[in-house]
């Protein structure tokens, strides 16, 4: 058995709990909201709804609905004068999708896609993909970035 570190483990409690019952359904469109904040939020350091369409290629009025379900949620808050600040639930499921993301995208190239539409593919895979093949996909990438003799003791275990 292919070990997966500590640090990709929390990949799947998104999954467990939702396989659980125990959080809401999340739809794509809430999942596409929070990795656009949490990226403007990286590279940015703040968040701003023109920002949010622009990335999104969507209306301001949509944003503007968003916004308020996602804070009603308390994925984010809302605040006076147009900011908008990360919760630390926000902030969670937003860190999952993007692991998702970069996990996607890693193996896309490995199989031979060119960056950008292994970056675009990866968005739209993403959100429906499941638990067991991201778990697949995790082993299977690490397999790949092991050294031969890595390969050949993990084949012996
Ligand atoms: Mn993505």
Not at 88 to 115: A, C, N, Y
């Amino acid at each position: 058995m292919l070990g997966i570190p500590n640090k990709d483990r929390s990949v799947f409690k998104v999954f467990e709990l939702n396989n659980l019952g125990r959080m809401f359904m999340i739809t794509r469109n809430v999942e596409d909201y929070l990795e656009v904040i949490l990226d403007l939020q990286d590279k940015k350091g703040y968040i701003k709804a023109k920002d949010i369409a622009e990335k999104l290629e969507v209306s301001r009025p949509s944003v503007s609905e968003m916004i308020k379900k996602l804070s009603e949620d308390k994925y984010i808050q809302y605040q006076k004068y147009g900011g908008i600040i990360i919760t630390s639930k926000g902030m969670r499921l937003g860190r999952e999708i993007k692991k998702r993301h970069s996990l996607l995208v890693e193996f896309l190239k490995i199989i031979g896609v060119g960056e950008e539409n292994a970056q675009k593919d990866a968005c739209k895979l993403e959100h429906d993909i499941s638990p067991e093949t991201i778990d697949c996909l995790i082993k299977f990438v690490e397999y790949l970035n092991l050294s031969t003799e890595e390969r050949r003791k993990e084949i012996e275990k």
